[in-house]
C-alpha cells in the first residue's frame, strides 16, 4: 500500500482557484493510478478526477469538466488538482485515492488519504 497525504485546501471566493497536492510515500507510486474524490456534509463521496499511472489518461466528472485539472509528477511522487472558477457547490473534503486502475468508482481504489477541506463562499 502507499500512505497519501493531501494539502493545499481552504477557504476561496468564488471564480477563485486552488490546487490541491497529494504527496505518497512509497517507491511505487508511479505504478498507481491516482484519483481525486470528494465529500460534502450530508452527501455521498463522489468521483472527481482520476489519471493513470503513467498520466497519458485523464478521467472528470461532468461537473467539473473544463474547471480542474488532474496531473501527476511520477519523480516527485507528487498528484495535483488544479482547480478553477470554483463554485460554492465545490465545497466539500477533497481525497486523494491510489489505485490500480484509473476509474470512477471509489471502492476501485485501495489507498485513501485523510482528506483536505475545501470551502467556496459566494
Known amino acids: 500500500q502507499v500512505q497519501l497525504v493531501e494539502s493545499g485546501g481552504g477557504l476561496v471566493q468564488a471564480g477563485g482557484s486552488l490546487r490541491l497536492s497529494c504527496a505518497a510515500s512509497?517507491?511505487?507510486?508511479?505504478?498507481?493510478?491516482m484519483g481525486w474524490f470528494r465529500q460534502a456534509p450530508g452527501k455521498e463521496r463522489e468521483f472527481v478526477a482520476a489519471?493513470?499511472?503513467?498520466?497519458?489518461?485523464?478521467y472528470y466528472a461532468d461537473s467539473v469538466k473544463g474547471r480542474f485539472t488532474i496531473s501527476r509528477d511520477n519523480a516527485k511522487n507528487t498528484v495535483y488538482l488544479q482547480m478553477n472558477s470554483l463554485k460554492p457547490e465545490d465545497t466539500a473534503v477533497y481525497y486523494c485515492?491510489?489505485?490500480?486502475?484509473?476509474?470512477?468508482?471509489?471502492?476501485?481504489?485501495?489507498?485513501w488519504g485523510q482528506g483536505t477541506q475545501v470551502t467556496v463562499s459566494s
Open positions: 489519471i493513470s499511472w503513467s498520466g497519458g489518461s485523464t
Open positions: 512509497g517507491r511505487t507510486f508511479s505504478s498507481y493510478a
Open positions: 485515492a491510489a489505485g490500480e486502475e484509473a476509474t470512477v468508482v471509489a471502492a476501485d481504489f485501495g489507498s
